[in-house]
């Protein structure tokens, strides 16, 4: 699990949120990690912004068959050997990245998941995009 990848993830939301002031959108937040997304149904239940929203939180394999108007992926692999476990299954990955409706937001470390030809080829297509944003953006002071 990666609690700071989830804090990074939450604060995107907010910023989205503020996009929808009256009727909001459904959103499922999907990780390849069960202890992950454990982690995040415990921190949505608890925090007063986020308790009341559309949010579903499974894993890919749970969400398997359903879509959302919004879809965050939670990677969680952040480590120096670029090791990146379930991520390297780049069919389950087709199945997470292809449930949004609306808006996919990728949450992940760059410069574990770079390392993999894959990945860094969907981080060229971001930046290509202007869709790239760095965490720094969405940390508090």
Not at 26 to 37: A, D, L
Request: proline letters at 5%; hydrophobic letters at 40%; glycine letters at 4%.
């Amino acid at each position: 699990m990666n609690p700071e990848e989830f804090c990074v993830l939450r604060e995107h939301l907010y910023q989205l949120m503020e996009l929808f002031p009256y009727e909001k959108p459904n959103i499922g937040i999907i990780s390849p990690y069960r202890e992950q997304v454990v982690w995040m149904e415990k921190e949505i239940s608890e925090d007063p912004l986020l308790k009341n929203l559309p949010i579903t939180v499974q894993t890919i394999d749970g969400f398997q068959g359903q879509e959302r108007d919004i879809i965050y992926i939670s990677l969680v692999r952040s480590n120096e050997h670029a090791e990146i476990g379930f991520l390297a299954d780049y069919r389950r990955m087709n199945v997470a990245m292809t449930r949004a409706k609306m808006k996919l937001v990728v949450v992940g470390d760059s410069g574990t998941i770079g390392k993999n030809r894959f990945y860094q080829h969907f981080l060229d297509y971001c930046e290509s995009k202007a869709s790239y944003r760095t965490a720094w953006e969405f940390m508090k002071p």
